[in-house]
């Protein structure tokens, strides 16, 4: 039974577009939200991540959007890329890194 | 640069086998992690280690064990290997302490087993 569900499981958008994917958890005492990329062949890499005391973090073209009281947080990334292909995971923990995931979107950006 | 090395990155074994997945840090990080990443599932957390001969059991520790010896070693051991223990097996690293806690990842051994 996962703790944090992702949505979509995958998802393609055109060069130029945003991609947006949503998580939702339960447990309140969640206290870090990181979202992770994973290339294939390789293993996943931290991207951005967020704490439950901002709304919003920007990092370039990516973005967390952080809703506390709904238990939801997303990733929105603009201008998307070829080169941002990749699977994104969410996850969320309560204490220092133990992490638990989300399932897994797959974003194929096309030229 | 930091890194985190895996043994193997394809390995195929038998049923009934003992396999041993070795993961290896040069990061002088404290903690360590085995997952196992099934598509639709995510990545799951077998076991964790918060120092040198300690170990956590994480949310699927059945059919696994695991050894940290040494710092920057840990190892994740399949007693007997059953066909359903057929995944990615990722191992990370992160250190104590820093408020990101970020988990630096190896690439992965895909275990099939027969």
């Known amino acids: 039974q996962q703790q944090v569900k992702q949505s979509p499981q995958s998802l393609i958008v055109q060069k130029g577009g945003i991609s947006i994917i949503n998580c939702a958890y339960e447990n309140t005492a969640f206290d870090y939200f990181p979202w992770y990329q994973q290339f294939p062949g390789k293993g996943p890499a931290l991207l951005i991540a967020i704490r439950p005391d901002v709304s919003e973090k920007k990092e370039g073209r990516f973005t967390i959007s952080f809703n506390k009281s709904a238990k939801q947080f997303s990733l929105h990334i603009m201008d998307s890329q070829p080169g941002d292909s990749a699977t994104y995971f969410c996850a969320a923990s309560t204490s220092w890194g133990k992490l638990q995931f989300g399932a897994g979107t797959q974003v194929v950006v096309t030229p | 640069d930091v890194k985190v090395t895996q043994s193997s990155r394809y390995l195929v074994k038998r049923t009934g086998e003992k396999v041993f997945l070795e993961c290896v840090q040069d990061m002088d990080h404290e903690n360590m992690f085995w997952y196992r990443q099934d598509p639709g599932l995510g990545l799951r957390l077998i076991y964790f280690?918060?120092?040198?001969?300690?170990?956590e059991k994480g949310d699927i520790p059945e059919g696994y064990s695991v050894s940290r010896e040494k710092k920057e070693r840990f190892s994740l051991i399949l007693e007997s290997a059953s066909t359903n223990q057929t995944s990615m097996y990722l191992c990370?690293?992160?250190?104590?302490?820093?408020?990101?806690?970020?988990?630096?990842f190896g690439p992965g051994t895909r275990l099939t087993v027969l």
């Open positions: 990370a690293s992160s250190s104590t302490g820093t408020r990101t806690d970020e988990q630096f």
């Open positions: 280690s918060y120092d040198v001969k300690m170990k």
